[in-house]
């Protein structure tokens, strides 16, 4: 079974561009999770998305969106870059709103110079 | 969620047996404790959870009090590549509308 596939790997945008991260869950799992680790820092939740519509976001401005596609699969982007928002983006899915655990991909590394 | 408190950081000898304690004094009823661990620059791995009852997997044992107040993960034979950070989590099943919050964890560091 395939786990959670990330692309890219690695990003590297221009300040004030767009970046565009793309999440493929696990089959059967309808719940896509993003989160946001900064260098050193922890994981921030950024937004969960469940059966194609936003269900919560964590206290990031409105430049960090995002959609769930019909086939569960899950696009996040972030306009206006700027150079804090280098950072791993990580991806997790779940059934069931995480009953039985999340189960991560192996992130994106965005950098903006 | 339930707040959690983890040591900062532990060691452990390979081979040995690796305890990574979780307090959690004011978990509900209907909380469960969950176990994560990321190995550098990689996503977080699931490792296991529990409601009251001991639980044990391939990878770990996890070890609730009878109060529930904290919490044990037991590695029975660290080896190295178990060096990551471990994050205790606590959430119950109907928390509709939140996501898993990962607090700062505690440094597991294995050594030969």
């Known amino acids: 079974e395939a786990g959670v596939t990330q692309s890219p790997t690695h990003l590297i945008k221009t300040r004030g561009q767009q970046a565009t991260l793309r999440c493929s869950p696990i089959?059967?799992?309808?719940?896509v999770y993003w989160y946001q680790q900064a260098l050193g820092l922890g994981l921030q939740f950024l937004l969960w998305y469940d059966e194609g519509e936003e269900r919560n976001r964590g206290n990031f401005p409105p430049r960090f969106s995002g959609r769930q596609f019909p086939n569960y699969s899950s696009e996040l982007n972030v306009n206006a870059l700027e150079l804090e928002d280098s950072a791993l983006y990580l991806c997790?899915?779940?059934?069931?709103?995480?009953?039985?655990?999340?189960?991560f991909g192996s992130g994106t590394r965005l950098t903006v110079v | 969620d339930a707040k959690t408190t983890q040591p900062t950081s532990m060691d452990c000898a390979e081979g040995r047996a690796a305890n990574l304690p979780c307090n959690h004094s004011?978990?509900?009823?209907?909380?469960?404790v969950y176990w994560y661990r990321q190995i550098h620059s990689q996503g977080p791995q699931y490792i296991i959870h529990?409601?009251?009852n001991n639980e044990t997997n391939e990878m770990a044992s996890l070890i609730i009090t009878e109060d529930r107040k904290s919490s044990t993960l037991i590695l029975p034979h660290a080896t190295l590549r178990d060096t990551a950070v471990y994050y205790c989590?606590?959430?119950?099943?109907?928390?509709?509308?939140?996501?898993?919050?990962f607090g700062k964890g505690t440094t597991l560091s294995v050594s030969s």
């Open positions: 004011t978990i509900s009823g209907n909380e469960y």
């Open positions: 989590i606590v959430r119950s099943l109907n928390q509709a509308g939140t996501a898993l919050i």
């Open positions: 997790a899915s779940s059934l069931e709103q995480g009953a039985f655990g999340y189960t």
């Open positions: 529990g409601l009251k």
């Open positions: 089959s059967g799992h309808t719940s």
